[in-house]
């Protein structure tokens, strides 16, 4: 078949290290589907890039058809298929949410107009970089002739990380769980929802409460748990998760494009219009969706009890807040 185009921005970091292996043997897209590769990050690290592109080639990978190395989005966004953007201005210490954001808003307003000018129509857009779930809305805003529906932000790995501690409490696999739901902001404030979640014990199925017979636990340290997983991992790495990442990037993206299982939904950061959970519109919000024929759906009409609807609210707030920042500096961007 035609090659799809994938770009992967922040090429020479250690997430798009771990993903792009994935991705060029095939993980993502399928074992049939020739790739090139568009390899974008700034001028500084192109020499690393180059390096990446190496090892690549080194790998012998039948699926993969080219690769290119860039630092013009030009170059970068022309014609593509998917655009997973990894790069964004890391936090550096003694700064503020604030400075972060308004490097950031240069980055992903920079990058959306890129997309709009350059990208296929169709284009599917997954940003990873922090804070994710905003630098998708400026990068969506900047693109205003590409659908909103096509962007969303990666909540997968909290989604992830929320299936194996339930997992690992009950001593299953990670597969025996399904159904739970991030909701909100891939931040501090996000709240892992166990409340419709269902995990497979001894052959039945039962939900996660009924399973683990421990709500505070449930209501305490497993949310604290997942909320600070990835402070978690730097402090014993001295790098952030890099792995984890990518594994969650790759499920996001092969989600998209061929769907999720019959009676399981996921968590996506996307447009919160229309949404019937009284979450503002205008907003990128994790959810819990289903995914056919490359478009998603909201999973509509799970009840909401008020311990819930309390941590809803705070993450949306936290979104609105981060959301009008942006935006200000937006207009003098």
């Known amino acids: 078949g035609e090659p799809i185009r994938v770009l992967v921005t922040g090429a020479a ?6 993903l792009l292996y994935s991705i060029a043997k095939g993980d993502v897209f399928g074992k049939e589907q020739p790739l090139v590769l568009v390899l974008l990050d700034i001028t500084p690290t192109m020499t690393v890039v180059e390096g990446v592109v190496m090892e690549l080639q080194d790998c012998a990978l039948p699926l993969l058809r080219e690769v290119i190395p ?20 890391p936090r550096r210490e003694g700064m503020e949410r604030k400075d972060l954001l308004k490097a950031n808003v240069k980055i992903f307003k920079s990058q959306g107009e890129a997309l709009d000018k350059y990208a296929k129509k169709t284009v599917k857009v997954v940003v990873v970089g922090n804070p994710a779930n905003t630098n998708c809305l400026i990068a969506s805003k900047s693109a205003p002739s590409i659908p909103k529906e096509n962007f969303s ?57 009924e399973a683990i017979k421990d709500d505070s636990w449930l209501k305490g340290d497993f949310i604290l748990t997942v909320q600070q997983r990835g402070a978690a991992v730097i402090k014993a790495r001295k790098l952030s998760s890099a792995m ?16 999720t299982p019959a009676g399981e939904f996921v968590s996506m950061g996307v447009i919160s219009d229309g949404n019937s959970y009284g979450v503002p519109e205008d907003l990128i919000y994790s959810f819990p969706v289903v995914i056919k024929d490359k478009t998603w759906k909201f999973v509509d009409g ?26 200000a500096f937006l207009s003098s961007a």
């Open 70 to 89: 860039t630092d013009k989005e030009e170059v970068a966004f022309k014609d593509i298929d998917i655009a997973i953007l990894v790069g964004s201005m």
């Open 302 to 327: 799970l009840p909401i009890n008020d311990f819930s609807r309390e941590k809803m609210v705070l993450t949306a707030k936290e979104l609105t807040e981060e959301k009008e920042t942006a935006v």
């Open 13 to 18: 970091g250690q997430i798009a290290y771990s």
């Open 244 to 259: 984890s990442a990518a594994k969650a990037i790759c499920d996001h993206v092969r989600d998209i494009w061929f769907g």
């Open 153 to 209: 932000c990666l909540t997968r790995l909290d989604h992830n990380r929320a299936k194996s501690q339930i997992a690992l409490k009950l001593g299953v696999t990670s597969n025996d769980v399904k159904n739970v739901v991030i909701w909100g902001n891939h931040s501090s404030t996000q709240y892992p929802d166990v409340n419709h979640a269902k995990v497979n014990v001894k052959g039945k199925e039962v939900g996660v409460y």
